[in-house]
Antibody, heavy 119, light 111 residues
Framework: EVQLVQSGAEMKKPGESLKISCKGS????????IGWVRQMPGKGLEWMGL????????RYGPSFQGQVTISVDNSINTAYLQWSSLRASDTAIYYC????????????WGQGTLVTVSS | QSALTQPASVSGSPGQSITISCTGT?????????VSWFQQHPGKAPKLMIY???NRASGFSNRFSVSKSGNTASLTISGLQAEDEADYYC???????????FGTGTKVSVL
């Protein structure tokens, strides 16, 4: 069974750092891209960026370039999204999703990680 | 990179048909046959419904159909049911990083 399992909810203060994870199982991890999606409270979906699990080729959306870092450890089938200094505006649910190399759709999604940033 | 344009809300009575439009540009919707649609119920992760313009994902019946003309893709839900009440998002491959763009989202209400 294909699964993307994300790390649990986080509550942080402004200025703190954070790294959340997305672990894939039930498929060949390195033949897929992992994408990260932000959903701010009551708002729509936004692509933050994508990373290829085999070679770490990473593409960031223009609003997120320099604001977050996407990485992958394919030895443990896990992708990461990290911030060095959180802001209140980073409060959102973050989803990961997979996309097979050569395809152009995201068929399996993680359950989402709620990140709350508040002083 | 601007989001694709969808109507904010669409409503219909049970059994009726509704259509959700998704308008982009020649750099995304109009330039590629790589439009997908997602259904999102409250508090849940998005679920893939349609991919590559017209292919249905597992679990979605032929009540859900799609079309594309120029820079606009459309999702039609026929025989509207209570469980169709959800948010719907289109998504297209695009020439700009990170190579995918979502629509603004449409809330479907079943009256």
């Amino acid at each position: 069974e294909v699964q993307l399992v994300q790390s649990g909810a986080e509550m942080k203060k402004p200025g703190e750092s954070l790294k959340i994870s997305c672990k894939g199982s039930g498929y060949s991890f390195t033949t897929y891209w992992i994408g990260w999606v932000r959903q701010m409270p009551g708002k729509g979906l936004e692509w933050m960026g994508l990373i290829h699990a085999a070679n770490s080729d990473t593409r960031y959306g223009p609003s997120f370039q320099g604001q977050v870092t996407i990485s992958v450890d394919n030895s443990i089938n896990t992708a990461y999204l990290q911030w060095s200094s959180l802001r209140a505006s980073d409060t959102a649910i973050y989803y990961c999703a997979r996309n097979r190399n050569g395809d152009h759709y995201f068929d399996y999604w993680g359950q989402g990680t709620l990140v709350t940033v508040s002083s | 990179q601007s989001a694709l344009t969808q109507p904010a809300s669409v409503s219909g009575s049970p059994g009726q048909s509704i259509t959700i439009s998704c308008t982009g540009t020649s750099s995304d919707v109009g330039g590629y046959n790589y439009v997908s649609w997602f259904q999102q119920h409250p508090g849940k992760a998005p679920k893939l419904m349609i991919y590559d313009v017209s292919n249905r994902a597992s679990g979605f019946s032929n009540r859900f159909s799609v079309s594309k003309s120029g820079n606009t893709a459309s999702l039609t839900i026929s025989g509207l049911q209570a469980e169709d009440e959800a948010d719907y998002y289109c998504c297209s491959f695009t020439s700009s990083a990170p190579n995918y763009v979502f629509g603004t989202g449409t809330k479907v209400s079943v009256l």
